[in-house]
């Protein structure tokens, strides 16, 4: 599998990068380890996770996702093979939340425990946090590459401003300047990264890892009315998709797929994978054959007639 400059870092990643907010809630850890194995197996080297995954279940306090992936890589002692990226930032309960000085200090020892390593190649900014200055928190990740505990800084959900503002911090103070951006983007949702985000990420060399890549496996094509949605853990947040707009998509994403003889998943992360800015897709698996649709879109080359039809399909205008 080709690899990819994140970046202005050193960072070379697979076009895919596996999203492990499944890790310790809709797969157990067995199915993890079993899972992560034939991503790396694939060609794959790029994993996502964020010390909040999963605090949302029932019983779980976050860190689930991390300490199973840092079992894997002890297990498998492949530690410098992959590309680990997690996030600090969100909400950890009594643990605190947000992107101060002391946060992000105690945060990356707990992610370093549970991951089982001693640097994180990438360090996320989950959220802004506009309680924090962007000096503190820049500088903070400065301390953290000196020590070595960090390779390089992301950021997830920002808007375009504070982005310019943070990379003109970055500049002027010679701190590490965000390489990465995280945003939610995919052949549905395109309109608030494509207006700002996109330009920006070009002009800047930003390497940019889309989430929610598939909308929550709507454009798999597997929820297509309100029905497929009984026993789906995504549920909510696919019901918004359900639309004209939604059907739309879908049908060019079918009509592609057919002259492809492939699936609606490849075909949309195909797309992704093409688009100039997007350096990897974020994408998530419960299954070994949802693992191996995925893996195979990497191997799909859009030609551009495809490509115009699912702009088409998917303009926010039409």
């Not at 050193?10 to 067995?30: H, K, M, Q, R």
């Not at 992959?82 to 992610?111: F, Q, W």
Request: glycine share 6%; charged share 25%.
């Amino acid at each position: 599998m080709e690899k990819r400059k994140l970046g202005r870092s050193e960072l070379e990643v697979s076009p895919v990068c596996f999203g492990g907010n499944v890790f310790g809630w809709t797969i157990d850890e067995a199915t993890s380890f079993e899972i992560l194995d034939a991503f790396v197996a694939a060609g794959g080297n790029f994993i996502d996770t964020a010390d909040v995954y999963s605090r949302w279940v029932e019983g779980n306090e976050g860190g689930e996702s991390e300490t199973i992936l840092g079992k894997w890589m002890k297990q498998r002692r492949n530690r410098d093979k992959v590309i680990v990226a997690t996030k600090v930032g969100n909400d950890m309960g009594p643990k605190g939340k947000g992107l101060s000085r002391s946060h992000i200090h105690l945060a990356i020892e707990d992610s370093l425990q549970r991951l089982q390593t001693d640097y994180i190649d990438l360090y996320q900014s989950h959220i802004d946090d506009e309680s924090t200055s962007l000096e503190e928190t820049l500088e903070t990740y400065a301390e953290l590459l000196r020590q070595g505990k960090v390779r390089a800084i992301g950021a997830s959900n920002y808007s375009a401003d504070r982005l310019v503002r943070a990379l003109q911090i970055s500049e002027q103070h010679g701190y590490p300047r965000y390489e990465s951006l995280q945003p939610l983007y995919n052949l549905y949702d395109r309109a608030d990264y494509e207006q700002d985000l996109e330009p920006l990420c070009i002009e800047q060399e930003i390497g940019v890892i889309s989430y929610f890549s598939l909308a929550s496996g709507f454009l798999s094509g597997k929820y297509r009315e309100e029905k497929d949605l009984s026993n789906s853990s995504r549920a909510g947040y696919v019901k918004k998709y359900l639309n004209a707009r939604g059907r739309r998509i879908l049908e060019a994403i079918d009509e592609v797929a057919k002259t492809y003889n492939t699936t609606p998943t490849q075909i949309s992360l195909s797309w992704l994978i093409q688009r100039p800015s997007i350096t990897a897709p974020i994408v998530s698996a419960t299954k070994l054959e949802q693992l191996n649709d995925i893996i195979k879109a990497v191997n799909i080359k859009l030609d551009q007639d495809s490509i115009v039809l699912l702009n088409q399909a998917s303009s926010s205008n039409s």
